[in-house]
């Protein structure tokens, strides 16, 4: 369904058949955006901004917030229409205010940490004798009652540390990743656990459950932890690259608690450093008393009625098809370890340089672009989920909404500091000629390849899982999975400049080819829009 244009369109109309836009992809508009995108990228100063004053953004805090109204200002400076905020239920926010961990017995030692997502506070500094809680099964609770008040809990074992000699940094000429990224993979027929492995599975789930109500039953003061067992990462998707975690105080805190303040609360917790964790661990066995002061300072935000959730939008207006729309988006939320700088400041300043180099150079594209950043990402896609559901997708009805017809493409990044090489198709073989032709002047940039491989885990998949054309762009990891994502070290200090520059050119080159492309971007499957 096509909707009558407003007055401003047709006005808008006008003026193109008067000559006052270039035409559709025209390679010395292309050039102008490059240009203005390189010589006065303003993308390095808003990661700054982003990770350094803001950081971490983390959803249903002030951060968040202050970092969503620091981008409409900007937004309404650089000419941006229709700026604003919407939000959706997220629940309670969660920000750390203080931590510190110190070893006092058999020696005085500063151990680095922090407090896992959701942990509550300690009353204050709380000194006790760390204690070591070994929990395999329900029978296993009998021998610690009545042992565990006002103690510091440990409850895994040593994790070996590997010297880093794998590789740490990923970068997609070394390997076989073109190959990978340019096949599809075969489609493997899902395999369901099996009873046995469904029972496992619920016995260890109800223990663990058991095991944070008994802590908190048996009034532990702190449970402290290490992260996980795996030393390896992957390298996204179904891919199959892996790199080594790094250590050496990069931590990836784990979760102590919940946004629903409806579960129950648990015992103050934090993720030490893994061989602050160990020495702790090999003292106890030894038959040390070991003693240690801990703070775990946090607050919690309650949901107010207008939703704790927050997405921040802007538009520049299309002209002849303005009803159509391509939206360039990022998550803007964080993790609350460090200061989310390629996770996702990095993506959030690229989209920003999109549409700020766009508007710089006053060009009137013929769809509507428009930008979103979102929250709530890090929980499980809920800002771009909420705007889908708002716009696009009845849940309830399982039928698109009308402007579900109106959505071009969405483009999406997320996958840290490293430059765009191509962009993942998800499975839209139809479209992949499109944006070969789009990314054909970004060669000497370092654009690669226009992949049909599908890719997840971000918020374009909220829009491809209601038929509507989302993508992300493939990105270089860098050190995105073994050092800066989610850990306390994803911080300004990891973002490459000159790579975070060219993504704001790629991203500004394909949300002005998608929006000018005389052809539209064919979508992966047709969906009726119309009953
Ligand atoms: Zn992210």
Do not use: C
């Amino acid at each position: 369904m096509r909707r009558p244009l407003p007055l401003t369109a047709l006005l808008l109309v006008l003026a193109v058949t008067l000559g006052a836009q270039a035409p559709a992809l025209d390679p010395a508009t292309i050039a102008r955006l490059r240009e203005e995108a390189t010589t006065r990228s303003q993308v390095y100063e808003h990661v700054w901004w982003l990770s350094e004053v803001f950081g971490p953004r983390v959803t249903g805090t002030p951060a968040l917030t202050r970092a969503s109204e620091w981008a409409m200002q900007k937004f309404r400076d650089w000419g941006l229409a229709n700026v604003h905020q919407e939000r959706w239920t997220f629940g309670q926010g969660w920000t750390i205010n203080g931590f510190a961990a110190t070893m006092l017995t058999p020696q005085p030692a500063v151990l680095i940490g922090a407090p896992r997502n959701y942990s509550p506070s300690t009353p204050g500094p709380i000194t006790g004798d760390v204690v070591a809680v070994h929990i395999d099964r329900q029978g296993d609770f009998a021998k610690y009652v009545g042992q565990l008040r006002g103690k510091i809990v440990l409850m895994q074992p040593v994790r070996p540390v590997r010297m880093l000699e794998g590789p740490v940094i990923l970068r997609m000429d070394e390997g076989n990743w073109w190959t990978e990224a340019a096949n599809v993979p075969q489609v493997q027929p899902p395999r369901l656990p099996t009873p046995e492995e469904r029972a496992e599975l619920e016995t260890r789930q109800a223990l663990a459950a058991a095991t944070r109500a008994f802590l908190v039953r048996e009034e532990a003061a702190v449970l402290l932890e290490r992260g996980a067992d795996d030393d390896l990462s992957a390298g996204g998707s179904d891919l199959s690259w892996e790199t080594q975690r790094v250590d050496g105080g990069t931590i990836f805190p784990g979760s102590g608690g919940s946004r629903d303040p409806q579960l129950p609360v648990q015992v103050p917790s934090a993720t030490l450093a893994v061989e602050h964790y160990n020495r702790l661990v090999r003292l106890l066995e030894r038959g040390q008393a070991v003693r240690m002061t801990v703070n775990i300072q946090t607050t919690f935000h309650p949901e107010g009625a207008e939703g704790n959730g927050l997405n921040t939008l802007a538009e520049i207006p299309g002209t002849d098809l303005a009803h159509e729309v391509v939206i360039v988006g990022a998550h803007m939320d964080g993790v609350p370890y460090a200061t989310g700088a390629t996770d996702n400041a990095t993506g959030t300043a690229a989209m920003m340089e999109a549409v700020r180099a766009i508007q710089a150079l006053k060009l009137r594209p013929r769809r509507t672009i428009r930008i979103a950043l979102w929250g709530g990402e890090e929980q499980g896609l809920l800002g771009s989920r909420a705007y889908v559901a708002r716009h696009y997708w009845d849940a309830a009805a399982k039928a698109p909404r009308p402007d579900h017809a109106n959505v071009v493409a969405y483009f999406n990044l997320d996958n840290g500091t490293g430059r765009i090489r191509g962009i993942w198709g998800q499975g839209n073989t139809a479209a992949l000629p499109m944006f070969e032709e789009w990314g054909a002047p970004l060669k000497d940039l370092g654009w690669r390849l226009a992949s049909p491989r599908r890719v997840a885990a971000t918020d374009h998949s909220s829009f491809d899982e209601v038929g509507l054309p989302g993508f992300q762009f493939i990105q270089e990891r860098l050190e995105y999975n073994s050092r800066s994502h989610h850990s306390n070290m994803d911080t300004f200090d990891r973002v490459q400049k000159a790579d975070v520059e060219q993504q704001g050119v790629v991203a500004a080159v394909f949300a002005w080819s998608a929006a000018n492309s005389p052809e539209r971007l064919p979508r992966r499957t047709p969906v009726r829009t119309t009953p």
